[in-house]
């Protein structure tokens, strides 16, 4: 578990590219940056695209502390030291929540909003046995990834599950096999990660600004009794369907969501 000082003075690890009107990309849960590169690459045809790395992800610092709120924060002190007045945001699954939560606390700053196959509520736990999976692994044997991949298969059938997970893994600076991600911190954080966006203070109010949620058909994170909660925070929020797309929307139909992603920015 990580006991470093407060992140107040601490920086999301984040990368850049192309030019144009902002807009930020924030990845789910075990991801990093690199999650949302087919994204990225597509916007930044029209944008200044920046990626970041939630904390406790990829390349960003680690502390035991993951209420929205919090992860909010971190969104825009990144935003003052880029010195970037307003943007766009996109997050998809826990990124999505992340991007929810900016958008309530600091409405301002938040153009439009891009939801990706994910609600404003409050879910079951469901990632216990792949965070008891990753937890087991021993790193001392694991010589290749798929050393790792041999005992993560205990736990976890998918094959592209695991694929996803094990990206958390590279070489740390002896040549040894180490998880870039915090482990611990996250796993006794996924209480808060499961939790519901809500308003958390007089000040803050429903987002007002256009929206759009991107919904995998065959996935069931947005369902029809989510509705009212989305209309309570995001008035104005719509919805697209991707047919044949599960939770990884963005992966399994990346024509389809970087097109309906652009043509919602781009809409007068």
Not at 29 to 55: C, I, P, W
Not at 74 to 102: E, N, V
Not at 175 to 189: P, V
Not at 235 to 263: S, Y
């Amino acid at each position: 578990m990580s006991n470093l000082p407060s992140p107040d003075n601490q920086l999301l690890n984040f990368q850049q590219m192309g030019q144009g009107d902002d807009i930020v990309l924030i990845h789910g849960l075990f991801g990093s940056l690199e999650n949302l590169n087919m994204v990225a690459k597509h916007l930044a045809q029209f944008y200044r695209v920046t990626s970041v790395d939630v904390r406790n992800h990829g390349d960003s610092f680690h502390y035991n502390d993951m209420a929205y709120p919090e992860l909010a924060k971190d969104i825009i002190r990144l935003l003052d030291h880029l010195d970037i007045g307003q943007c766009h945001l996109l997050g998809h699954s826990m990124g999505g929540k992340i991007a929810i939560q900016t958008a309530l606390a600091h409405a301002h700053r938040i153009n439009k909003l891009i939801v990706a196959d994910i609600a404003p509520v409050q879910y079951p736990g469901h990632h216990q046995q792949i965070i008891s999976g990753l937890q087991a692994i021993d790193l001392s044997i694991v010589k290749k990834r798929m050393d790792a991949d041999k005992q993560l298969r205990e736990y976890v059938n998918e094959l592209g599950v695991r694929q996803f997970l094990l990206r958390n893994l590279a070489m740390d600076s002896q040549g040894n096999f180490a998880f870039k991600c915090s482990l611990d911190d996250i796993s006794q954080c996924y209480p808060q990660i499961m939790q519901a966006n809500t308003l958390n203070s007089d000040k803050e109010q429903a987002f007002t600004g256009e929206t759009l949620f991107i919904k995998g058909g065959n996935s069931n994170y947005i369902l029809p009794e989510h509705k009212p909660a989305i209309a309570k925070l995001l008035p104005k929020a719509k919805a697209k369907i991707i047919q044949g797309a599960g939770h990884w929307l963005h992966a399994e139909k990346t024509t389809a969501f970087n097109k309906i992603v652009t043509d919602f920015l781009q809409a007068v």
